[in-house]
């Protein structure tokens, strides 16, 4: 679970650096990255799920549910939470590529 934790982790700090972002935007500038950010909050949470019902499988000595449940967490963690990073991107740099589209296409 080390690995899925360590993705967790990162995750994480990808969601509190979009948040502080987020909580300081204009609105106009929150706007085209707002389903970017719900990705990341669902995606971290649903791992952060994963990892601690895995955690409690570990936790009661349930050994074979606890490799599945370790196992689950560390696909979704390589598969899903490796990724969340790269939707921070997504939720703070587009407010202005489209704010320039919009004006391109109303001045047509």
Known sequence: LKSAAGHLASA???????????LAASPADRLPGAAAYLDML????????LVDTALSAVAVGAD????RRTSLARVFAV???AAVAGRQAAVEGLGDVLADGRATVLSR
């Open 12 to 22: 994480l700090d990808a969601v509190d650096a979009a948040t502080s972002w987020v």
């Open 42 to 49: 669902a995606t971290v949470t649903g791992g952060a799920i």
């Open 64 to 67: 074979d549910e606890a490799e």
């Open 79 to 81: 598969n899903r939470l």
